[in-house]
């Protein structure tokens, strides 16, 4: 099946007067060999139902058709929206696409239940994407996004390094995450002025309840939002004081000096539980 190359993607914005902007993150890929590595990378089988954030004019909509999965496409541009599913039965009439207009950080429902998530997420609002969807799909068991090569370091980034940081935390909530590889600028139009990289997920059962998930988070944003502070410090005003904080991190078995680049998704849930 054709992909959209530089003048296919040119030639449909130019139909739907589209002007990419930075706000939605609009850089859309105009290369097939990269397209066909995300989706191999992303290791989609025929009958998968595949969910794409951010299908735009459809690059990786139709590489992900290519291998006969029905992909649940959700787009906030009703533009785009509305030119996707014509744009795809124009190349693959075959094709199980659905379009959802909706924004990805307030979606509910969809019309099928995705086992995996792949997209070249817009990259101002990727991570609320990722942690809006995670919890509100279970069965998204698996995924490939692309994301702002910082971002996909912190999502992947161990205790201790630099880039560790609240996102890495949740999401590690909700299971495993490593970077599978980088993209060129070059690959987008128009050429964004940031590294991107994917990043591949694969759920792991929740280490808690939903009120322990709430109230692990919030530790872990008060903990990240002095990030240089001692623990007993920076979770005083959540936990009451810093006596409080003190008493609360030995009850976890946590030196209440430590700070919270230190600490691991299980020490934050041992916190919230003591
Ligand atoms: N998938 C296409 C590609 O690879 O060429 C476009 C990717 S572009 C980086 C991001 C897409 O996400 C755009 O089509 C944009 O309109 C859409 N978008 C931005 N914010 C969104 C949101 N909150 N919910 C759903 N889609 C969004």
Redesign the pocket.
Known sequence: MPLLGPAEIRDLAELLGVTPTKK??????HDANTVRRIVKTAKVQPDDTVL??????G???LGLLETGARVVA????NR?AEQLPVTVSQLDPDADLTVVT????KVTELPAEPVSLV?????N?SVP?LLHLLPTFPSIARGLVMVQSEVGERLAAPPGSKIYGAPSIKAAWYGRWSIAGTVSRQVFWPVPNVDSSLVAFERMPEPGTLAEREATFALVDAAFQQRRKMLRQSLSTLLGSSADASARLDAAGIAPTARGEELTMPDFLRIARA
């Open positions: 939605l993150g609009q850089n859309f890929v794409e954030i951010g299908p735009g004019l690059s990786l909509t959700v787009e906030i541009d785009l909706a924004d990805a950080m997209a070249n997420l817009p990259y609002v994407v």
